[in-house]
């Protein structure tokens, strides 16, 4: 019995020492430790022995039950210590894996628009200025010759708040605005982007739009400064091959006042469905500022002179893309805003 309890002993233990998982520790601690294991039935056994045999043999069964618990238990610590560094491993980040791809903003075709414009103007020494959307009637009307009750108020839809106020219908009145604040003196050169509003709403008006006003103020400024300053502005904006016509027109605050025609993209000037068959398209209204104006915003007009322009922030993006529609550029449509992405 005493060889059996070795051999137990050492059978249990090679065992241990080979198992390579937690599942086979458990199985081996049933198969030598429980009640009914080969070991522990050896003391049920020995009822026919001696006394001093019976002490002898229980002292050897129980230093092997040590043994192989503790063996179990070195071993369980060991395969979890393996369990764990295997996962650790296996878990490891890679930091050279590419990241997840999430989607990315791009810029609205409106304020490429204006980035550009703003680019174009600032390079020939334009300073950028901003004015107020809602307005006073002072601003956007009277400094700007058109007196209350005037005839071409009509020409513009204009959002009134009370007798006072109003959301400006265009962006000219920062014209006033930045003469008033020179206190007669030039010269001025300043454009100014922003937000107009209008009662109009079709494919090619929207009651909310954008501008881009310009003012040049100085001494010797001729309506062929204007002519020169809108050709490289349409040059750059449109392509090298683009020319521009003055055709004759009225605002109340430019005299001469003038529709300025870009030569057409579509068909260069041969006459298609774009520009109507006429080979010209409209692109901004502009003039020499009227001397009510400059009267009015305190600059002596023996000494000075100066050219305005207005161009449409749309307008220019739906003939620079060939965008059928104003609506689209406040639709908020993922697809139209997508073709604009730069990158
Ligand atoms: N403010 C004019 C409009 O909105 C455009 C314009 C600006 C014309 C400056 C002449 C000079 O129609």
Redesign the pocket.
């Known amino acids: 019995m005493d060889n059996n309890v070795e051999l137990i002993e050492q059978s249990a233990l090679k065992e241990i020492e080979s198992a390579a998982s937690l599942e086979q520790i458990n199985n081996i601690k049933i198969k030598y430790l429980s009640k009914k294991s080969e070991l522990l039935s050896l003391l049920q056994n020995m009822k026919s022995l001696e006394k001093e045999q019976k002490i002898a043999l229980g002292m050897k069964v129980n230093k092997a039950k040590e043994t192989i618990t503790n063996a179990l238990e070195e071993k369980r610590v060991a395969l979890e210590k393996e369990a764990l560094e295997k996962k650790l491993q296996e878990q490891k980040i890679d930091i050279t894996l590419d990241g997840n791809d999430f989607s990315r903003g791009s810029m609205h075709p409106f304020n490429i628009i204006v980035k550009e414009m703003v680019d174009i103007f600032s390079s020939m020494g334009y300073e950028i200025v901003e004015g107020p959307e809602k307005e006073l009637d002072h601003f956007n009307f009277e400094l700007l010759n058109v007196p209350k009750d005037h005839p071409a108020r009509d020409m513009?839809d204009t959002f009134f708040i009370n007798d006072k106020e109003l959301l400006r219908s265009?962006?000219?009145p920062v014209q006033a605005r930045v003469m008033l604040s020179r206190n007669g003196k030039g010269p001025i050169k300043i454009i100014s982007p922003g937000k107009v509003f209008r009662r109009d709403d079709d494919a090619t008006h929207s009651h909310q739009f954008g501008?881009v006003?310009g003012l040049v103020i100085d001494k010797n400024i001729s309506l062929g400064d204007l002519l020169g300053t809108l050709q490289l502005f349409v040059k750059k904006m449109f392509g090298e091959k683009r020319e521009i016509r003055m055709r004759s027109s009225y605002?109340p605050?430019?005299e001469p006042?003038v529709e300025v025609d870009i030569s057409c993209f579509e068909c260069g000037g041969k006459g298609c469905s774009l520009c109507k068959g006429t080979g010209w398209i409209e692109i901004l209204?502009?003039?020499m500022v009227h001397p009510n104006v400059l009267k009015m915003c305190n600059f002596n007009v023996d000494e000075y002179q100066g050219f305005?322009?207005?161009i449409g922030i749309e307008r220019t993006a739906m003939l620079k893309y060939g965008i059928d529609d104003i609506r689209r550029f406040y639709s908020n449509d993922i697809r139209f805003l997508k073709q604009f992405d730069e990158e």
């Open positions: 513009q265009q962006t000219s501008q006003e605002f605050f430019t006042s209204g502009a003039g305005a322009f207005g």
